[in-house]
């Protein structure tokens, strides 16, 4: 039986994560779960799993969550603050720890897990998005293991030989006789669509996807393809991939959740139903399978399956993203953090859709960084970038 912490747990990923241990009760045992402020979640959580330990991010939902667990008799610790989450990400009894905090607060979390020589069943996209090269550096030296839950690089993963996916990171793609990695996308609600008429999108139309259910930040992403370019960073790190080695094609019935071309023709293509329990499902018991409870694919009722290349005028954050690689951490680490100051600020209706991208590009511009050695430098870059951006965000305001 494995012994689980989820950091995130009330979280869609860490959701996901809780369902599938249901449906395998005598493979797996939450030791430790892991929120922010969702004590309400969190309390329904502990009842059906009974960690050992809770840490909830916020003091005050701790505090409720403590005098809530005590009236029902739940003997589940509970923790609050950074530093108690760190400490139940690096437990000793640990078999795997799924990273699925969103955003910069997951880095630390994870990092802790890393430096504990942890299992990580990663879906907390900045900790390779900002911190590629300090992370995997951390996974070599500390003996951990880092397998992917999102869908299209957990797709790649289940494509890739055994020799590469026991050597994450470290294994040379070419010499394992792979010529190319393809990354599919959607291409968000409103592919096709001219981009004069982007500007007058709302955020419930944004947040829209034909296909996935996801939370609003991930969907504005979506539509923007902004997470494909944050996939794209991600997929270079994982994989150790070289531009050239990497594709990202429009798939818009996101049935093909990526693909693995090899140098002798062949494709291996990972399709199954926008369902993330599959992929969560399969790290979880790699190198077996195990029941996800998802459904599967019924090829008698499927429509045509259609592929095209990503135009970089349709979807310039795209290509901002893929240069913000090929300039360095610190360029990526401004990138990820105005665009999430940017797509809060399009959800409370303070810029336009197509305002994200200029937000994004003129934070770039306007900003110069050392390359960061360490967390704290990525954490501090993040800060910076964000006044920056709240700042281009006003001024924008003002002029329209």
Known sequence: M?????????????????????????????IALVANKNFLIMIKQC?????????MKDEKSAKILRKKIKKKNIKTQVLSGTKAICELASLK??????SAIVGTAGLL?????????????????????????????AVISNNAKILPIDSEHNAIFQSLPKSVQKNLGTSRLSENGIKSIILTASGGPFYGLKKKFLSSVTPFQTCSHPNWSMGKKVSVDSAT??????????????FNASPSEIEIIIHPQSIVHSMVQYIDGTTLAHLS??????????????????????????????????????????????KLAIDA??????????LNAANEVAVSAFLKLKISFNDIFKINSDTLISSSFLEPTSVEDVLEIDKRTRIIANKKIASLMISN
């Open 109 to 137: 979390p994870t990092l802790s897990a890393i430096y504990a020589g942890k299992v990580i069943l990663l879906a907390n996209k900045e900790s390779l998005i900002t911190c590629g090269d300090i992370f995997m550096k």
């Open 2 to 30: 494995k012994k689980i912490t989820i950091l995130g747990s009330t979280g869609s990923v860490g959701i996901s994560v809780l369902s599938v241990i249901k449906k395998n009760p005598f493979l797996f045992k939450v």
């Open 93 to 98: 009894e640990n078999d795997q720890v799924v």
């Open 325 to 334: 690689f090929s300039e360095g951490q610190a360029a990526m680490t401004v």
């Open 225 to 238: 393809m902004m997470n494909k370019g944050l996939e794209y960073a991600e997929a270079r790190w994982l």
């Open 273 to 318: 139903i926008p369902d993330m329990k599959i992929a969560i499902s399969y790290a979880m018991s790699w190198p077996n399978r195990i029941n996800s409870g998802a459904n599967s694919l019924n090829f008698k009722k499927m429509n045509n399956l259609t592929f095209s290349e990503p135009s970089f005028i349709e979807f310039p954050c795209l």
């Open 47 to 55: 009842q059906q799993f009974n960690p050992d330990w809770v840490a």
